[in-house]
């Protein structure tokens, strides 16, 4: 129960930025005192900073966000970016799907498409991919540490599964992107990332409308690392220019 009030806490936040525990316990129907348990385990995560009476979120910092919180963002807006994503797919490819919850928005559209071999990093993708009733598919599972609260299997530098394979395309998020590149906000996922970039034969960005104009201390890639950026809406003039320099294909809905 907790999670899921944590989770709503922060979407509230994302909208609001701050917030009074009075307006707070209304919105989580809870008490005071659950209410502090909450904001006293978000701020030990740096999500959230603690004020008299009330709370702040903390923005822009280097902080993986839950699944459960990332996957509440935007869905939506990710289905579509998901299905566009999907006609970069054709049978018998060789797939990375990143951990992320916009690429997981992929997954659905996958179902049809006979014989991919899919190697993934998120313990959420793989299951579902399990469970989508393409016996035809193959799915493998990096090896690593599991990160709590993230359903991601962070990797060493040299993982036998990922190693094992080249691929014919790879699809990432990222935490922002900006003009000036593409961030992630965890070394050992924008490390992993680029490892897995080498191996592909092409690399596709998923990115919804919220992550322009968002900096982060790693950057993963240049957007001369990625052969197109496909996202929820029309992105800004100078954004359209920056691909087209790049050669880059950027791809929004129609």
Request: charged content about 20%; hydrophobic content about 40%.
């Amino acid at each position: 129960m907790d999670n899921i009030r944590e989770m709503e806490l922060l979407a509230y936040l994302d909208k609001h930025k701050t917030a009074t525990h009075t307006q707070l316990c209304q919105t989580l129907h809870c008490s005071l005192s659950t209410l502090r348990r909450i904001l006293i385990r978000l701020e030990d995560q740096g999500l959230v900073r603690r004020l008299r009476g009330g709370v702040i979120i903390v923005e822009n910092v280097n902080t993986e966000y839950s699944h459960i919180y990332r996957s509440s963002l935007n869905v939506a807006q990710k289905k579509v970016i998901g299905e566009l994503a999907r006609d970069f797919i054709n049978p018998g490819m060789c797939i990375f799907l990143e951990s992320s919850s916009t690429v997981y928005q992929m997954i659905p559209f996958l179902a049809a498409i006979p014989n991919l071999i899919i190697v993934t990093n998120g313990l959420q993708h793989a299951q579902l991919l399990s469970s989508s009733g393409n016996s035809s598919v193959k799915i493998y599972l990096n090896g690593g540490e599991i990160k709590i609260n993230s359903s991601t299997v962070n990797a060493s530098f040299s993982d036998p599964i990922t190693d094992s394979f080249n691929f014919n395309v790879a699809f990432f998020s990222a935490r922002g992107i900006d003009p000036d590149g593409i961030y992630e906000a965890n070394f050992n996922s924008a490390e992993m990332k680029k490892n897995v970039m080498k191996k592909a034969s092409k690399n596709i960005l998923l990115v919804d409308h919220s992550k322009f104009d968002t900096t982060h201390f790693f950057k993963p890639g240049r957007y001369l690392d990625y052969d197109a950026i496909i996202t929820d809406a029309q992105p800004a003039s100078n954004y359209i220019q920056i691909c087209e320099d790049a050669g880059v294909d950027l791809v929004w809905p129609s």
